[in-house]
């Protein structure tokens, strides 16, 4: 299926996810073709763990992941850009598929103009999704920007978009489902399911 077809009227799930979302949001997001995305605190719930040896430890959440794969499949890039580094990072980032995963960044707002330009995106066609000020100057340079409930104000405040779910805890999902509704892409999900490629979706 084409999922590039555009429908007259959306798909009862688009429907569903837009309802609440004002029409210059759904614009911005129906402009995204490569959305990038901060790790602690986003796709997590930024409490970081250690075990005895001093291992760093992190909890992601599945609906996340799922997400981020029907936005591979759907036909958006993806990329992680985190301020810290480490090996778990990388190794989430493998399993759901993201080639582009850049750590121990603090000038993520150029981290994203380097990724526009490696994919030939303009910028007003990216997309961002931050919690901190090390966020912030992406967040602004990016033509759609996002953010959760339990960052500061300031910075939720800078967000066309806010989920509803905190990090690590269904957040990125929720951006997705937006981007793919806004561009008509989740509802063939919803009536092919085979459109997703075969393996596990966790």
């Known amino acids: 299926m084409n999922m590039n077809i555009p429908r007259s009227s959306p798909h009862p799930a688009e429907a569903l996810v837009l ?7 759904r614009e911005r997001a129906a402009a995204v073709r490569l959305m990038v995305f901060d790790v602690d605190g986003v796709l997590t719930d930024g409490s970081l763990y250690y075990g ?8 992601f959440h599945t609906l996340d992941g799922h997400g981020l794969r029907l936005l591979t499949e759907g036909g958006l890039k993806i990329a992680l850009v985190t301020g810290r580094s480490g090996p778990i990072v990388s190794r989430r980032a493998a399993e759901l598929g993201i080639a582009d995963v850049m750590q121990g960044v603090r000038d993520k ?8 330009q490696r994919h030939a995106v303009a910028l007003n066609q990216t997309g961002f999704m931050g919690d901190d000020i090390i966020d912030l100057p992406a967040m602004q340079r990016a033509g759609f920007a996002a953010s959760v409930p339990n960052a500061p104000g300031y910075i939720t405040q800078a967000a066309h978009w806010v989920a509803s779910q905190p990090g690590g805890s269904g957040a990125v999902r929720e951006c997705c489902d937006l981007l793919l509704a806004s561009q008509g892409r989740l509802g063939p999900f919803m009536t092919a399911p085979g459109l997703l490629s075969a393996g596990a979706i966790q």
């Open 19 to 25: 309802a609440r979302i004002p029409p210059a949001v």
């Open 52 to 59: 005895e040896n001093g291992e760093e430890l992190k909890r």
């Open 109 to 116: 707002a150029g981290a994203l103009t380097e990724l526009a």
